[in-house]
Nanobody
Framework: QVQLVESGGGLVQPGGSLRLSCAAS????????MSWYRQAPGKERELVAA????????NYADSVKGRFTISRDNAQKTVYLQMNTLKPGDTTLYYC?????????????WGQGAQVTVAS
């Protein structure tokens, strides 16, 4: 059974920091590209950051560049999202995603979401 379990969300003041973690089980973690998405009520899910399976390449939404950092520890089967200089506009649910493809078969898994609230 595949599980992606997010943790580290919470309430933080504007300008503060949080680190989200996503622990994976049931998959060969090192074979999966990992991403963080977020989705506010009534809005489409937005890609926040992504990292390749070996961790060599990262990609960020323009809105978080320079503030957020994605990283992974393949030995611990965990992906992280370090969020600095948080703004009220960063408030929403954050989801962990794992993707891989072997030939014509694709695999796509989601976590349950972690709430991040930025407010004074």
């Amino acid at each position: 059974q595949v599980q992606l379990v997010e943790s580290g969300g919470g309430l933080v003041q504007p300008g503060g920091s949080l680190r989200l973690s996503c622990a994976a089980s049931g998959i060969t973690f090192s074979s999966y590209a990992m991403s963080w998405y977020r989705q506010a009520p009534g809005k489409e899910r937005e890609l926040v950051a992504a990292i390749t399976s070996a961790g060599g390449i990262t990609n960020y939404a323009d809105s978080v560049k320079g503030r957020f950092t994605i990283s992974r520890d393949n030995a611990q089967k965990t992906v992280y999202l370090q969020m600095n200089t948080l703004k009220p506009g960063d408030t929403t649910l954050y989801y962990c995603n794992a993707q891989a493809r072997w030939g014509p078969v694709g695999y796509d898994y989601w976590g349950q979401g972690a709430q991040v609230t930025v407010a004074s």
